[in-house]
């Protein structure tokens, strides 16, 4: 018992173990599911957004290759028609030559920009949404004022805007402006797993920095996934352990039986010195005896009433051994089992048989036909039955070894008769010699060569003691047919 109880304690530490690490797994991948995922879609907010910032360089450099030409009276210069092409260009300004920037910081822009030969950043003002590009030229430079909100491709963005629980923002000198809200806790709160992105886009003019952030609770594991792992390893626990159970107790079975059979041995080895004990001092009295008798009937004249008192001395020790034989036969006699019968299914006990010897008939090629009238319910011992069906298929299947493969068949066939229960056991083998059939129930007499002899003369004496009978002969079309005869249930014996 202390055993079993340390041996289902390594079960559970085992079990459990097991299950936290499944756990572990499948919460890791699914973080490394969501941080793939998390970093896609960062990468193509990077890429839209680069998309239109590189835009705003071609079209400043776009407006400065088209110099303006002389224009026609009321017509409407062509930069002022972009805002109507690219809704996220608010504006767009112009000096020419021998002009001046209203803004102060366009000028200080044009200055940079003709240093750099690209264009450059004038103002950025990321609380208003919006900040100017200026590019310088000659004789005209431009400047564009670019919405940061319309600038968003929403028809292209990967997570949608106001749902996504991704946080995507521009930085630009400790400015921040934020595109998608997402869902970030407090940091005094934080708890669980966050990932963030940081790339600078791709237009130097434009130097900012795409930050995404993504923030994973305790709530967002694959709880339901873990469940049915761990439901998975109780399962394959429990299916281990009914096996382990059920191999302990199988091998319990085993030691039983060789441990009965070693104590039937040693039983049998006492009974056999007793018996040689008990026997060796009457035989050796008979034996004297009968020698003494004899050299006193031959002397002459004769010692008759001598001789008459050995011979009457042999025939005391003659039945001293007999009653020797007779105590050791009813130490080693089987008990009774008149009263240990009950309702069995003889249908139940045939399948039972067949399902035992179906190794023994596929190595024969034998397919067993079984023609039952309805179940069969006897009044018998269920031990000693099984003993008589598995003994009766077995010679059958023995039988059948003499014949021909395509030839061989065996036959079950149960059914009710009066007050009995019927079970005919037929095969096509050779059948019973004429002159073995009345000897066929004897003790120590057999057909098969290396045979004891005991299995039918056993089997016969199992039926009559359960009140059956157990008849052979041989089948018209050839083979041998075993009749046994039990009484049904609820018959009185």
């Known amino acids: 018992m202390q055993h079993s109880r340390q041996s289902f304690r390594w079960w559970l530490v085992g079990g459990a173990c097991l299950g936290l690490l499944g756990s572990a797994l499948i919460a890791r991948q699914s973080l490394d599911e969501q941080r793939a995922l998390f970093e896609t879609d960062a990468r193509i907010v990077h890429r839209l957004l680069s998309q239109r910032v590189v835009q705003h360089d071609a079209i400043l450099a776009t407006l400065t290759l088209l110099q303006p030409a002389a224009e026609a ?9 972009l805002p ?3 809704p996220h260009i608010l504006a767009v300004q112009r000096r020419d030559r021998n002009g001046a920037w209203r803004d ?14 690209q264009a450059a950043l004038a103002s950025v003002d990321f609380a208003a949404g919006r900040y100017q590009l200026v590019l310088a030229a000659t004789p005209t430079s431009y400047a564009l004022t670019v919405d940061l909100r319309a600038m968003v491709p929403t028809e292209e963005w990967p997570m949608p805007l106001e749902a996504s629980p991704v946080r995507v923002s521009l930085a630009h ?17 934080a708890t669980g797993w966050s990932f963030d992105f940081h790339k600078h886009l791709a237009a130097t003019s434009q130097p900012f920095d795409v930050v995404a952030e993504r923030h994973l609770g305790w709530g967002q ?4 996934r873990m469940g049915a792992w761990w439901l998975l390893v109780a399962a394959a626990l429990a299916g281990m352990a009914q096996a382990q159970f059920q191999r302990a107790e199988r091998r319990r079975a085993e030691e039983l039986l060789r441990l009965g059979q070693v104590a039937r041995l040693n039983t049998l080895g006492e009974l056999a010195a007793g018996m040689a004990h008990e026997l060796n001092q009457p035989l050796t009295a008979v034996l004297a005896n009968t020698q003494g008798a004899l050299r006193l009937l031959n002397e002459d004249p004769p010692e008759l ?4 008192e050995a011979m009457r001395q042999a025939a005391a020790q003659a039945r001293r051994a007999a009653d020797v034989v007779g105590r050791l036969r009813q130490a080693v006699e089987r008990p009774a089992i008149g009263g240990a019968t009950q309702s069995v299914s003889l249908n139940g006990a045939v399948q039972r048989a067949l399902y035992l010897l179906e190794p023994e ?15 069969v319910t006897v009044q018998v011992d269920p031990v000693a039955l099984e003993q008589i069906v598995h003994n009766l298929l077995m010679n059958a299947l023995q039988a059948l070894e003499q014949v021909s493969t395509d030839g061989r068949q065996l036959m079950v066939s149960l059914r009710a008769e009066g007050s009995g229960g019927v079970l005919e056991v037929a095969d096509t083998g050779p059948g ?3 002159d073995a059939l009345p000897r066929l129930f004897e003790p120590f007499f057999s057909t098969r060569e290396g045979g004891l002899g005991l299995g039918l003369s056993l089997c016969e004496t199992l039926a009559s003691g359960m009140g059956g009978a157990l008849a052979a002969h041989n089948a018209a079309q050839g083979g041998a047919v075993f009749t046994l005869t039990l009484p049904l249930q609820g018959a009185r014996v």
């Open 104 to 117: 102060p910081a366009l000028a200080s822009a044009e200055t940079t920009s003709r240093q750099t030969v």
């Open 173 to 189: 000198d400790g400015q921040l402006f934020q595109i998608q809200a997402g869902q970030l806790p407090e940091q005094t709160t």
């Open 73 to 81: 009276p009321g017509a409407t210069p062509p930069e002022q028609r």
């Open 361 to 375: 008939s596929r190595r024969r090629g034998v397919e067993p036909v079984i023609k039952a009238a309805g179940v």
């Open 432 to 434: 019973i010699a004429l």
């Open 305 to 308: 009433e001598t001789a008459r």
């Open 221 to 224: 594991l694959p709880w339901w």
């Open 84 to 86: 109507a092409l690219y």
